[in-house]
């Protein structure tokens, strides 16, 4: 089983509407990130969390909001969602891994989001 | 202001040959580290290979290498014998213990021809 799943994988709505994207763990990590991914543009984040009672905006989160429900969950919702929010999107999660790794981050499989 | 540069859009190799994706970076926070992902067309992202900025020596992970280059800050990323799998995205990014976040390039993509 995957470490990191997200769901919905694909998704098409129209704009207006509210729609939740949702994450969870399973590699026992506290901190948390939403990312979206446009072409050319690379991973720009959006939220991050270090535990459940920390929430922080990353450098595009106008449009968005962000639940952590549980060590484990992380929900990122689009209020009234636009067409310039089609993008894919990823949940990552990381914890500092003294030796080799410093502080990686796993990313899930991604959700491809488009606005009509 | 930090940031992660990749230079190179694209890139072609042959198989069974090495190949070097460019990356640069700029910060002023002395405890940092370097990560490479990539990105196949399915889309997920696959952690490849960390260097910490106080580690010796440079880090290696099967066929890929990182050479770094502290003073010119610079990580960039090495496939040896490349193989047709290797076509991808390749992202670049790096953490500073400053500022607990993750800054991404915008990426490389590798065709690795027959």
């Known amino acids: 089983d995957a470490d990191v799943t997200q769901t919905p994988r694909n998704r098409i709505t129209k704009t207006g509407k509210r729609i939740m994207l949702e994450c969870s763990q399973t590699?026992?990590?506290?901190?948390m990130y939403w990312y979206r991914q446009d072409p050319g543009l690379g991973l720009r984040l959006i939220y991050y969390?270090?535990?459940?009672?920390?929430?922080n905006k990353g450098e595009i989160s106008d449009g968005y909001s962000v639940s952590r429900q549980a060590q484990a969950k992380f929900s990122l919702s689009l209020e009234s969602a636009i067409p310039n929010q089609t993008a894919l999107y990823f949940c990552a999660t990381s914890d500092l891994e003294r030796g080799t790794k410093g502080e990686t981050q796993y990313f899930g499989p991604g959700t491809r989001l488009l606005v009509l | 202001a930090q940031k992660i540069t990749q230079t190179q859009p694209g890139m072609f190799v042959q198989e069974k040959e090495a190949v070097t994706l460019d990356c640069t970076y700029d910060t002023s926070d002395p405890s940092y580290g370097l990560f490479w992902y990539k990105q196949p067309s399915s889309g997920e992202m696959i952690f490849l290979i960390y260097q910490g900025s106080y580690d010796q020596q440079n880090a290696t992970e099967g066929r890929y290498s990182l050479n770094f280059q502290k003073a010119r800050k610079s990580a960039n990323l090495v496939i040896s014998a490349s193989q047709l799998g290797d076509s991808a995205m390749y992202f670049c990014a790096f953490f500073t213990s400053g500022t607990y976040k993750y800054i991404f390039g915008t990426g490389t993509r590798l065709k690795v021809l027959a």
């Open positions: 969390s270090f535990d459940v009672k920390d929430i």
């Open positions: 590699k026992g990590h506290d901190r």
